[in-house]
């Protein structure tokens, strides 16, 4: 970080790093004690404690980021974390689409890496089939870049647009379109999640499935298990986790085949935490739709109160003004969720400080969720899209946590979505965040 000063008060816990998803460096609640009694001899072992199935841990990523931060305060307290205190989930610290930066997104598997790395709350990107079942997909046209479809004929046959292979001589690249919109749901389930990539140049379908970035890995990509939208709820439930469910735009036309309209997806959503039993105080219903937003406050209010408007901005002047995020409130809109680099700017000395956009917003009164952590790959070059407004000053990966320190101690968001949820998790313990 070039010319950056951590000023802010530093509150600390401490807390204990253990290796990612091993579970003889668990530390969450073990009270069950086994006794293996040996059939033949009749002799006991000694007893020993069994680790809960998700109990938190973080493995070497966010020691990792902490000893690559440049010489400050933050990074001194962030070290003396690691001294082998109970780890805890927090709601701070929120799974988008699971743990994605190495497990396939919205899977099974990813969801479960997110609850062991200490994830409070967890992202299900909801979407429908062609029968108008809820799934959890990132967009309704994206199985072609994060399953394997394009790998099972009989289902690559209904996509809306099939594989196209590269034409190098035309410069052409490779193009396929799958939506959940083209399967019902049975097909849907015959799917495995896959990294979200492909490759431009393939040939083949088997070639364009490929195109994982480097960053990433395809190390567990291999069984990704796909979920409907209530087994989400009830794989949440069971990992002892809160919810915050996105409504995605629907890519068909609605009302879908003449009848299923917007108002009916925005509430079937509703109605399946409602039949699981689900307290509206543990949902945190999203979309970039402000109309869904309205929808939810005026026929749910109770799951209304705490909707989440995401902003899609792209760049700084597409920001909403003061003015506007004031009738946000008017309408009884708590929360807003934008990207990370809307709250960030620099001052005059180059220090990350609350941009104004962060100062409007919370001068409305609302509270603030900050996409998405872990996101960008490698830092080494100003970090991107995500870090757009801070980007002089980002050099290497250690910088994430000193952006992080800054939105939750200066800016004062309520929870960080991350792809990797271990590292807000660690910053969140060690800061004694909820």
């Not at 991107?384 to 000053?393: E, F, H, K, L």
């Amino acid at each position: 970080m070039l010319n950056l000063k951590i000023l802010r008060g530093l509150g600390i816990s401490t807390l204990h790093v253990a290796l990612l998803l091993s579970p003889v460096f668990a530390f969450g609640d073990t009270n069950t004690v086994l006794r293996k009694k040996d059939s033949q001899t009749n002799i006991s072992s000694p007893s020993f404690k069994v680790p809960d199935k998700y109990a938190v841990q973080f493995g070497p990523r966010p020691l990792f980021l902490v000893n690559d931060m440049d010489p400050s305060p933050l990074k001194e307290r962030l070290q003396s974390c690691n001294t082998g205190r109970k780890l805890k989930k927090t709601l701070f610290s929120i799974g988008h689409r699971g743990a994605p930066l190495q497990f396939p997104e919205h899977t099974r598997e990813s969801y479960e890496a997110a609850a062991r790395m200490g994830a409070g709350i967890m992202e299900c990107d909801v979407t429908f089939t062609k029968d108008t079942e809820l799934v959890c997909r990132h967009s309704q046209c994206d199985l072609h870049t994060t399953t394997n479809i394009l790998a099972i004929p009989e289902l690559a046959a209904k996509c809306s647009q099939p594989f196209t292979p590269a034409d190098p001589a035309n410069g052409t690249p490779a193009t396929a379109r799958c939506c959940t919109s083209d399967l019902t749901l049975a097909e849907f389930k015959m799917l495995k999640g896959k990294m979200d990539a492909f490759n431009p140049q393939a040939t083949t379908a088997a070639e364009y499935m490929q195109g994982t970035p480097p960053w990433r890995t395809d190390l567990y990509a291999n069984t990704g298990t796909l979920l409907t939208h209530a087994e989400s709820i009830t794989l949440f439930k069971q990992l002892g986790v809160k919810f915050t469910p996105e409504l995605k735009a629907a890519e068909v036309a609605m009302p879908y085949q003449g009848t299923y309209s917007q108002a009916d997806y925005a509430q079937q959503l509703i109605d399946e935490y409602r039949a699981a039993g689900i307290k509206p105080q543990d949902i945190w219903p999203q979309s970039f739709d402000i109309a869904d937003i309205r929808y939810w406050i005026a026929n749910e209010p109770a799951y209304g109160q705490q909707a989440v408007y995401l902003d899609d901005a792209n760049t700084p002047f597409d920001l909403p003004s003061a003015t506007e995020l004031q009738g946000y409130a008017a309408e009884n809109i708590n929360i807003v969720a934008p990207p990370m680099w809307a709250l960030l700017e620099l001052d005059e000395d180059n220090h990350i400080v609350p941009s104004v956009y962060a100062r409007h917003a919370k001068d409305a009164g609302l509270d603030i969720i900050a996409w998405s952590f872990e996101r960008s790959g490698p830092l080494q070059n100003g970090g991107g899209w995500y870090y757009q407004t801070v980007n002089p000053v980002i050099n290497n990966d250690g910088d994430m946590l000193d952006v992080l320190h800054v939105m939750a101690q200066d800016v004062g968001v309520i929870g960080v979505f991350s792809d990797w949820p271990a590292s807000v998790s660690y910053y969140a313990n060690c800061m004694g965040l909820p």
